[in-house]
């Protein structure tokens, strides 16, 4: 399969991605945790269908050292008794901001429980995450990118 677009060889693809990777940074740098921020990809991502990321943010998230029994059980974390509160409060937050359409928004209950868990910073890095990983995903199944390749590390 090849992709519909080339995101780094079309010139205002590739200038929308650098930007788009900026903000990036500014949620990786945030005091969420890393792995906290692997889930909510791989989460947000197996909704969303998008293989690419699927495939980048598992990959990943083994590389620095999360475990196979975590990752998967990832889609079906409300059973898995492998997450701590925080991550689940953060893999909640992430369903139902990724289903937005399909609850009409966020409930209160799902804020105040991410809220028990993380400081406001963290909340903060973690909505950005959030908003930023569907963008990623929109982008990837939009175009149609491959899966299967990726190599940890492979994007700097």
Request: hydrophobic share 40%.
């Amino acid at each position: 399969m090849e992709a519909r677009v080339n995101y780094y060889g079309n010139p205002v693809a590739a200038k929308f991605a650098k930007y788009i990777n900026s903000a990036g940074k500014a949620v990786s740098d945030s005091s969420l945790p890393a792995a906290t921020q692997e889930l909510v990809k791989i989460r947000a991502s197996q909704i969303n269908g998008c293989s690419f990321c699927t495939d980048m943010h598992t990959k990943d998230a083994a590389h620095a050292g999360e475990t196979p029994v975590r990752l998967n059980l990832v889609a079906a974390w409300r059973e898995a008794t492998v997450f701590t509160e925080a991550e689940r409060a953060a893999l909640e937050l992430t369903e139902q901001g990724t289903r937005i359409a399909d609850a009409a928004g966020v409930t209160d209950e799902a804020w105040a429980n991410a809220a028990k868990h993380h400081d406001e910073d963290q909340l903060a890095a973690l909505v950005s995450l959030i908003a930023l990983i569907n963008a990623y995903n929109r982008m990837n199944v939009l175009t149609r990118q491959p899966a299967g390749d990726y190599q940890p590390g492979q994007w700097g």
